[in-house]
């Protein structure tokens, strides 16, 4: 069985979801679609073929993310293989923990808010209010 020679060139969205950065290939198109990414400081295509020495610049969440393309392969291997397919730069590695530091510090002022259906005790505390709203109004 010979040997494949080492890939030049390779779609984007293929590369993304081999090196881990996005779960499926249709959700890096997707990415890629929406403008998140973008190669050597262009907007891409998920068909933009890649080439080591690219540089990527992604948003993930809210962290955006500079990736130096250093190999490039077709299939999704384990994780230590997928990360040795590309360097994140210093900056960006700054940017990220510094990130990461102020979602441990700060509390999310949504995550204090109710989610969900009320409950009975919350349905009968709103009923009062209103009752005693409305009641106040007739008196006027």
Do not use: C, F, I
């Amino acid at each position: 069985m010979p040997l494949k020679p080492p890939l030049e060139r390779l779609r984007l969205d293929k590369w993304l979801w081999a090196a881990r950065l996005y779960k499926t290939r249709s959700l890096a198109a997707e990415e890629v679609d929406l403008g998140r990414v973008s190669v050597n400081g262009q907007p891409a295509k998920p068909a933009r073929e890649l080439k080591p020495g690219d540089t990527l610049s992604l948003r993930q969440g809210p962290v955006q993310r500079e990736l130096r393309v250093l190999g490039l392969s077709a299939v999704r291997g384990p994780a230590p293989v997928a990360q040795a397919l590309y360097a994140e730069t210093a900056e960006s590695l700054a940017a990220r923990e510094a990130a990461a530091a102020r979602r441990r510090m700060g509390v999310e002022p949504a995550d204090t808010l109710a989610h969900g259906r009320p409950t009975k005790r919350d349905r009968r505390q709103l009923a009062d209010w209103q009752r005693w709203s409305a009641s106040a109004d007739d008196q006027g």
